[in-house]
């Protein structure tokens, strides 16, 4: 088995997922933006701007070049920020070969046009067949890998053979691997869950405490659920790794920049100063602002990412949004019960 793998992006967790593949023997080429990471890479075996304090593997090698990184192998790993994702594929098409297997396990949209990131690969190397891609999503932040901390993911791929070969290159000791047929509820979840940590994140900063944050924790993933199902995802992929496992992590771990911007949002940070201050992308904010368009387009309702949205983008105070959401009329908790309700005796 080829153990040769291209890692595009070096930040956090393209860099965290370079060490675990490098420890399990890979030959790894870690691809960067600016010089300066790889400078220091090269020299020191350290990535100080996004893992900090974290010493990396010597045979990891790291390049500005996108042809070099992705000569001769035939795994590549992609991991850059949603907002950058497009671009970077462009790039890497030229230099994708048909056979190549490719992971992705950036958590987002496309922008522009609401996509998921797996069809953007379709769109911009169309030389690669879907059954040759797959996503990586799951609770894992980079933090906790770096340090190799017992995490658990998920691969998901249309081919099981594909889950297999990245599930294969990934697993070790303290790096579980599944794998999962639903690629759109593996990308779904991983996306929309940013949204309700930053309402977590609101709801903490103005200390409304335990039972405020578990309800939008459960009420949030059944939004997610409903939009994802409405887009062809399997409901149970909601009920894993990607979807309650990734959102309870993100809802409640210090690492979370999506918790951290909503929390610096409710002490009164302008949107623009919590983006500012987190050196690193939160993919939250433009996730919301997808979801919203998305819920429209599927007619799905989502009054939890509503008022976030409404926060983020409408300057509507976050007590106030609060406010409505406790006032919204009276329904069931989930649309089983509605159906059931029809059989209840008066």
């Known amino acids: 088995m080829d153990r040769s793998v291209a890692v595009i992006g070096a930040g956090s967790w393209g860099t965290a997922l370079a060490m675990v593949l490098a420890d399990n023997g890979c030959k790894v080429s870690l691809w960067a933006r600016r010089q300066e990471v790889v400078d220091e890479i090269l020299s020191e075996h350290t990535n100080s701007r996004y893992l900090p304090g974290v010493k990396l593997p010597d045979s990891i090698v790291a390049s500005t070049d996108l042809e070099f990184v992705l000569e001769g192998t035939n795994q590549v790993l992609v991991v850059t920020p949603s907002l950058a994702f497009r671009e970077t594929i462009k790039q890497m098409s030229p230099f994708i070969k ?10 987002g949209f496309d922008s522009q046009n609401l996509e998921r990131l797996s069809q953007v690969i379709e769109q911009e190397i169309p030389q690669l067949h879907p059954f040759d891609m797959a996503v990586l999503s799951g609770p894992s932040h980079a933090e906790e890998v770096s340090r190799r901390s017992p995490t658990t993911v998920v691969v998901a791929s249309e081919k099981q053979a594909t889950a297999e070969l990245f599930q294969d290159l990934l697993m070790n000791a303290y790096f579980r691997v599944y794998t999962n047929p639903d690629v759109i509820g593996t990308e779904l ?68 920049r999506n918790w951290r911007t909503g929390f610096q949002l409710a002490q009164g940070k302008k949107l623009e100063e919590a983006l500012a201050s987190m050196n690193m992308v939160v993919e939250g904010v433009n996730a919301t602002k997808a979801a919203y368009q998305l819920a429209e387009r599927h ?48």
């Open 98 to 107: 048909p056979g190549i297997k490719l992971l992705h396990a950036t958590k």
């Open 189 to 256: 979840g991983g996306a929309l869950k940013n949204i309700i940590a930053l309402g977590v994140g609101f709801s903490d900063g103005l200390e409304f405490g335990d039972n405020a944050r578990a309800a939008l924790i459960t009420r949030g993933l059944t939004e997610i659920s409903r939009l994802g199902v409405s887009m062809g995802a399997a409901q149970m992929t909601f009920a894993g790794l990607a979807g309650v496992g990734d959102l309870i992590v993100t809802c409640t771990s210090k690492h979370s």
């Open 299 to 346: 007619q799905v309702v989502m009054p939890i990412t509503f008022a976030i949205y409404s926060v983020l983008f409408e300057g509507k105070r976050i007590r106030q949004a609060v406010e409505e959401l406790m006032g919204r009329g009276k329904t069931h908790e989930i649309e089983e019960v509605a159906r059931l309700s029809m059989k209840w005796k008066s």
